[in-house]
């Protein structure tokens, strides 16, 4: 009886905790299978979010920190610094992004191969957007 007791209580956790996390949850699934999308932004031309363009700067000064001269601490800089010109980044007085996302962020920018670009960004641009 009382495995019964626990396991059910186990499930009502698992339940409030995949309900509370659900978004997080349903980036992970879409990466795994290769399905994540570009979430919409504030465009800042006619082709590219603000958000888009901020991450894609900031792949690159990551992964080629000889062109841009800088290393991660800089281009983390540049990052918000393109964000908070933009006015992108606090939404009603809150930071966008935590930093320990924004940590985390771009060391799996750092970590990423070259192939899995396209990829990265979606992910980076799902956390922030």
């Known amino acids: 009886m009382e495995e019964n007791k626990i396991t059910a209580i186990t499930k009502e956790r698992t339940d409030m905790l ?12 879409a990466y795994d299978h290769q399905t994540l999308t570009r979430p919409e932004g504030t465009y800042y031309d006619g082709n590219e979010s ?11 000064m990551i992964k080629n ?20 010109w933009n006015n992108a980044l606090f939404v009603d007085g809150e930071k966008r992004i935590s930093d320990s996302l924004f940590v985390a962020l771009i060391l799996m920018i ?4 070259d192939e899995d670009k396209e990829m990265i960004i979606r992910t980076v641009l799902n956390c922030i957007c």
Do not use: G
């Open 18 to 29: 995949r309900e509370a996390y659900k978004d997080t949850l349903e980036i992970l699934d």
């Open 110 to 113: 750092d970590k990423s191969r």
């Open 50 to 60: 603000i958000e888009e363009v901020a991450v894609n700067m900031l792949y690159d």
């Open 65 to 84: 920190p000889v062109w841009y001269d800088c290393d991660k601490q800089k281009a983390a800089i540049k990052f918000l610094l393109f964000l908070e």
